[in-house]
């Protein structure tokens, strides 16, 4: 029953978001209105395109150099995936040798179990069957012993560096040498005359 309402929940809160209006904020540019915060606007244009193609070669510089470091990163991460490895393969030894004294642990649990059950029931004749569930829960017991035993975990393989894993790692991090082109174009809009309009206007389940 309470998964049935939890269902229910998931289920009506999906067909809720999916009927809520998605917004999205959008800015309106009006230009100055003199002839002077035109001209000004022209260089702020200027400076944007400046920007974003600064912007352009610190991005191809970083990647560049992301490239040269990706090789270096990915020779001291090779010996330490050798190091790794030969642990992993000494760890997995232990493993299986541990998974074996672990399944011997419930053999033998189950095995006394098993033998204290077949002795107790052979005391008990028909005179005294009343007796009998005192021997099946010996056999259940020692099973439930059994099973409560902490099965060893595996080793986790480590897993082998690649140049590409490292290169996109360290070009993601180029975005952090970005400007923010936008913003400080629309500072000098601004300090030229010229307004921004913000305005949110939806643009999915707008019914």
Known sequence: MKSNQLIFVLLSTIALSACVPRMQQVKNYIPPVTDFGMQCLEKADQSRNRCELANQKRIAECHSRAEQQATEILAVQEKQYTFALEDYIDAEKGYELAVAD?????RLLRNDGELAYVKCS?????????EFPRCKKMLDDAYRRANQLSAPRAPDRPRRPTYESIVAGLKRDCNSVKVNCGVLYDE????????????????????
Do not use: F, P, T
């Not at 672990?102 to 419930?106: A, D, G, L, N, T």
């Not at 005391?123 to 009343?130: E, F, G, K, P």
């Open 102 to 106: 672990y399944e011997e642990q419930k």
């Open 122 to 130: 052979n005391d008990v004749n028909l005179s005294r069957m009343a």
């Open 188 to 207: 000098s809009y601004k300090a030229c005359g010229g307004q921004i309009d913000y305005q949110s206007i939806c643009v999915a389940n707008c019914q």
